[in-house]
């Protein structure tokens, strides 16, 4: 059975029928070779059986795009769906073109097998017969033209279904896309608003803060000052079951301190009144010349120079072979005696205009009253604490860091630290480069600070809060440095002898 177009040309053009696009793979796009074979029968050549056909494509690209919209996101889902539904366009424009070409071989064929019977009329014998067999050939051809062109119709019909599936489902996912668009869209504002939140919350409790914080300060600095007193109260010890007997020996020490000094200030007036003044008699040394205290040089004449126009230096001197000690540092008009001056002599030089003055005290520097019994409860102790009130650093770059927090200060048996609360600031075993002695600068405080150089281009000053603490602490390191073969003193010190 053959179908006649209804506006074809009688010839058809080898451009007709386009390439198939790449996305889609046909079988052929060419008309089937045939053989003749034995009796006159039509053979078709045998097909690559690696050559899939249309069904078989479109059905593999429909699995595999089913297969990778499991693991695709939904913007790659509609790209892809959008790219087959193109595909899908494709193949029907191709299905059509095919069916045209088909369409334009029927209408050969009937041409073909209308000359073929004018010829039979026209021919005979064996002439007759080939024509015959020519015209059954093509009647064949025909009817295998007819099945082809079902299969096309076939595929057509799926080629289609396919379209509006994937048409469909490029839709369905342009939806998904525009739902997760306004979804993130959504959280993005509520995550603006949750960070414009926090923000608020934070710069609130900022300003709290900063309005609170000194108020803690102080708050913290007397709770640490009520918990000091109650840990001394509820940490007695024989030292400060002998506090009372201390203070009255103190107190007797100093009477007889003042009235001392008061005898010397009277001879010395008495001399300026016989006109026997000197140079020398100038200036004085003034203070209790007992370890605890500090001494002072002041004039006693109006006619004495300014201290600041002149150079001062102090010396120790043994009472034994009478041998001057340099005190390296002491360049000021007051020094406070350290343990290491007890039972030494202490001198001054004064240079003005080029003529030495020297300034001796009446006496060896006593020792303080229970201090040595205090220093040896505290040896009995594996560390010892005490607390520093007011703290400068100097590092190796010659900077001065005060601080006014409360330090600790530990003296252990085998090392000296430095802590701030929980932080460790300095923390140095005893070694030939550590120092320890009391400040040499002057000052009204001079008795109960001390320095301490840990190591090579990190000292500090360290402030006690009494010049008994300040004096049991040098005492104390420097006894447990001596268990250890060092000899901890200050700079250019030398230790005396049964130390």
């Known amino acids: 059975m053959t179908r ?39 053979l078709e050549a045998k097909e690559d059986p690696k050559v899939l056909s249309m069904k078989e494509v479109v059905a593999r690209e429909t699995a595999q795009l089913l297969e990778q919209q499991k693991r695709l996101s939904v913007r790659d889902l509609a790209s892809k769906f959008e790219k087959g539904l193109a595909a899908a366009a494709k ?38 017969d080939d024509v015959e067999d020519a015209i059954a050939m093509v009647e064949a051809l025909a009817v295998q033209l007819t099945q082809r062109e079902g299969e096309l119709i076939q ?91 201390l203070l009255a020996l103190r107190l007797q020490l100093a009477e007889k301190s003042k009235h001392s000094l008061q005898l010397q200030k009277e001879l010395l007036i008495s001399k300026s009144r016989r006109g026997e003044e000197s140079m020398s008699d100038m200036y004085e040394i ?6 605890g205290s500090h001494l002072r040089i002041q004039a006693c004449s109006d006619k004495a120079p300014d201290l600041s126009h002149c150079s001062v230096q102090w010396y120790r001197v043994s009472s034994e072979g009478g041998k001057r000690e340099l005190i390296s540092g ?75 927090s409360i330090h600790v200060l530990h003296v252990g048996k085998m090392r000296i630290k430095l802590c701030k609360g929980t932080a460790t600031i300095a923390k140095e075993y005893y070694s030939t480069s550590m120092q320890l002695c009391g400040v040499r600068g002057g000052g009204n405080a001079a008795a109960q600070a001390l320095f301490w150089q840990a190591k090579k281009g990190l000292s500090f000053v360290l402030a006690f ?27 250019d010190d030398r230790a005396p002898q049964g130390t």
Not at 30 to 36: E, G, I, Q, T, V
Not at 210 to 226: I, T
Not at 340 to 357: E, K, S, T
């Open 4 to 42: 006649v177009s209804r506006d074809f040309s009688n010839t058809m053009q080898k451009e007709a029928v386009p390439a198939v696009s790449a996305d889609v793979t046909f079988t052929s796009s060419r008309f089937p070779n045939y053989k003749l074979g034995p009796y006159n029968q039509i």
């Open 91 to 128: 193949l029907s424009d191709e299905a059509r073109l095919r069916e045209a070409a088909s369409l334009e071989k029927h209408v050969l064929l009937k041409k073909l097998r209308d000359a073929l019977e004018s010829l039979k009329g026209r021919v005979a014998g064996r002439n007759k």
């Open 155 to 245: 595929e057509k019909a799926e080629v289609k279904k396919l379209a509006n599936f994937l048409k469909q489902a490029s839709e369905d996912a342009k939806k998904l896309v525009d739902e997760e668009r306004s979804f993130a869209r959504a959280e993005i504002e509520n995550a603006r608003e949750a960070v414009r939140r926090v923000e608020e919350a934070l710069e609130e409790q900022e300003r709290i803060s900063r309005a609170s914080g000194k108020q803690d300060v102080e708050e913290l600095m007397k709770e640490v000052q009520e918990a000091r007193r109650i840990k001394m109260l509820h940490q007695p010890s024989k030292v400060m079951d002998m506090e009372h007997e």
């Open 286 to 291: 003034d203070g209790p010349e007992a370890l």
């Open 330 to 404: 002491a360049t000021k008009s007051v020094y406070a005696p350290e343990p290491f001056d007890v039972g030494r002599v202490l001198q001054a030089d004064i240079v003005l205009d080029g003529y030495p003055i020297t300034l001796t005290t009446s006496g060896p520097i006593d020792p303080a009253a229970g201090l040595g019994s205090y220093v040896e409860a505290l040896v009995r102790k594996h560390d010892t604490e005490f607390n520093v009130y007011e703290v400068v650093i100097t590092q190796m770059n010659g900077a001065d860091h005060p601080s006014e």
């Open 465 to 491: 809060e009494s010049e008994r603490e300040r004096n049991a602490a040098i005492m104390l390191a420097r006894r447990f440095a001596f268990d250890c073969n060092i000899m901890l003193a200050g700079p």
